[in-house]
């Protein structure tokens, strides 16, 4: 069932859209002040596994508390896709919103909690 597979997403009105080659083996629900507000499902990717295809360079930038995440949304319909932020290890990471995917039936995953409140 954790198939690698290149998914298609974005934001809302279209203007943001990506690709991104990743399985849905680890899906993380966060409960930070950030996630639970906005309801994220993330699965994390490496650069590598991200092409930008369009609009992603003209997003907004949210940042807050170490600001280490650079929460980026559509100027125009305020969809937060992904956000991305380098890891303790130096290494970029990017948080693909699995809401903003197509084809993902999100009642097949299992979302692992993840305590991003308390970091
Ligand atoms: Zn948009």
């Known amino acids: 069932m954790a198939e ?3 998914y298609a997403g974005g934001c809302h009105c279209g203007q943001v ?3 991104v080659q990743t399985d849905m083996a680890q899906v993380v629900s966060c409960n930070c002040s950030i996630c ?3 309801g994220l499902l993330l699965n994390f990717v490496t ?3 991200f092409k930008p295809v369009s609009g992603v360079d003209s997003q907004k930038l949210y940042q807050f508390n170490k600001k280490v995440i650079e929460h980026l949304f559509c ?6 896709s992904y ?9 970029r990471m ?3 919103n699995v809401r ?3 084809g993902v039936d999100l009642s097949t995953l299992t979302p692992m909690p993840f305590n991003g409140r308390e970091m």
């Open 83 to 91: 956000g991305t932020g380098v890891g303790p290890d130096g290494k």
């Open 36 to 38: 639970s507000k906005r």
């Open 47 to 49: 650069p590598e596994q």
């Open 100 to 102: 903003c995917l197509e």
């Open 17 to 19: 859209k990506y690709e």
């Open 75 to 80: 100027p125009t319909c305020g969809v937060e």
């Open 4 to 6: 690698m597979k290149t």
């Open 94 to 96: 990017f948080a693909i």
